[in-house]
């Protein structure tokens, strides 16, 4: 008998690792997922809990772990940007220490292990769209730095783990990814503008809002990061993966409000520190090399994570169920209480102003 592919993913309870999770498992991957919960929630991975073939293991990788394992997926790391400043510190060190905990457990065991890297490494792009030989324009002394500079650093260390020792490595550079299981509070512009406009609620639109973005459905996403893993040893990359379809904040405001026929109207703030003015992936080494292209245009994706967050929102009550045997004894659930409608307008308004330096407030 074949023996089943021992895979392990970090972030695995977050938004894009609990999908990687569940397509892993539908291939018949014996999956390992694990996380801090420091963003993620046990929600998004409790219909996995009593799949054969999955473990759910509570840690932090910035403290070393050892696993028998032939793949590891390290998408540890919070990517909004509210969520990766609240403690810089550790973000940094999640994109650093974790990486050479992983690459360590990686050469250990000679598994193949793929990076979850950024566009946040092309910094605010002087080139445009970026390709992967574009080497950026990062503020390394900004508020952003603790997330791009980590994962600038996360790259090297894999591209040294490789050349020292020979590691079996995959960078891929993901571009902005949106989809259903994107936390209510996540703090990026999709799922502020949609559950805003949901509840009514003026869209905060940062700056004059004609700054861009190249918005992936999850689906897809989860389809290139598996296609990478899975491509000739040679194929290292980096490799851009995301949707070239380019739209302002302006349009995807507008979008989102026609969408779900909302009253609400658009409030303009601050643009945060170091926020990039145009992104937009060029993806012809994915095309190429991995015959991978996005097939979700950005209106099916919007309905569906709409769908999501209006059926989150309706529900006052979610408590996840957790089969005990099948969870690390060190994880203590604890049932997400969302609150009624009425109080989470009063929280959203509150939470809606960026966190800004008191000179741009
Ligand atoms: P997310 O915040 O939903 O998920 C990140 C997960 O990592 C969470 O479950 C969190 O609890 C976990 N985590 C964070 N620090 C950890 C640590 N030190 N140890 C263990 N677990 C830890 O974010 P996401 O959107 O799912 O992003 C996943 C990965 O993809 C991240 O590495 C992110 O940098 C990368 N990425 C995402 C996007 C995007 O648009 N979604 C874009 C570029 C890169
Ligand atoms: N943004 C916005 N309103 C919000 C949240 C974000 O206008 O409520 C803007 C933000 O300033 C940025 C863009 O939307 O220009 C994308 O922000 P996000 O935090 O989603 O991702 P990132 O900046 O990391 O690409």
């Not at 689906?219 to 980096?238: C, E, F, Q, R």
């Not at 995301?242 to 739209?247: D, I, M, R």
């Not at 957790?322 to 209480?337: H, M, T």
Request: charged share 20%; glycine share 6%.
């Amino acid at each position: 008998m074949t023996q089943k592919k021992r895979i392990l993913v970090t972030g695995g309870a977050g938004f894009l690792g609990s999908h990687l999770c569940e397509r892993l498992l539908t291939l018949g991957c014996h999956v390992f997922c694990l996380d801090s919960f420091q963003t993620g929630r046990l929600e998004n991975i409790a219909h996995l809990m009593g799949q054969d073939g999955f473990r759910f293991l509570k840690h932090d990788i910035v403290e070393p772990y050892d696993l028998r394992i032939h793949e590891i997926y390290n998408l540890a790391c919070p990517a909004s940007p509210v969520h990766y400043q609240a403690d810089p510190i550790h973000t940094l060190k999640t994109s650093v220490y974790g990486s050479v905990n992983l690459l360590d457990l990686a050469a250990r065991h000679r598994a193949r292990i793929l990076q979850a890297s950024t566009s946040e490494v092309y910094g605010d792009p002087l080139q445009h769209p970026q390709p992967e030989t574009y080497w950026g324009n990062v503020n390394p002394d900004g508020i952003r730095a603790c997330y791009d500079e980590g994962k600038r650093c996360a790259e090297t260390l894999f591209f040294d783990y490789r050349r020292r020792y020979g590691v079996d490595i995959k960078i891929a550079r993901i571009f902005n990814t949106y989809g259903p299981r994107m936390d209510l509070d996540d703090g990026r512009v999709v799922s502020n503008f949609i559950v805003q406009a949901l509840e009514h609620l003026p869209m905060t639109v940062y700056g004059d809002g004609r700054q861009t973005r190249s918005f992936c459905f999850v689906k897809d996403m989860i389809g290139g990061l598996i296609a990478l893993m899975n491509s000739p040893a040679d194929l290292t990359g980096p490799v851009n993966l995301g949707n070239p379809q380019e739209v302002t904040m302006l349009q995807l405001a507008q979008r989102i409000l026609l969408l779900t026929n909302s009253r609400s109207h658009l409030e303009f703030r601050p643009l945060p520190q170091d926020d990039p003015i145009r992104r937009q992936p060029d993806i012809t080494r994915a095309r190429t090399t991995l015959g991978w292209r996005p097939r979700t245009n950005l209106n099916t994706g919007l309905r569906a994570t709409i769908a999501y967050f209006r059926r989150l929102l309706e529900e006052s009550t979610v408590i996840a169920q957790e089969p005990a045997a099948l969870v690390d004894p060190s994880v203590r659930l604890v049932g997400r209480i969302i609150p009624l409608a009425e109080e989470r307008r009063a929280a959203t308004a509150r939470e809606a102003a960026p966190k800004l330096p008191q000179s741009l407030a």
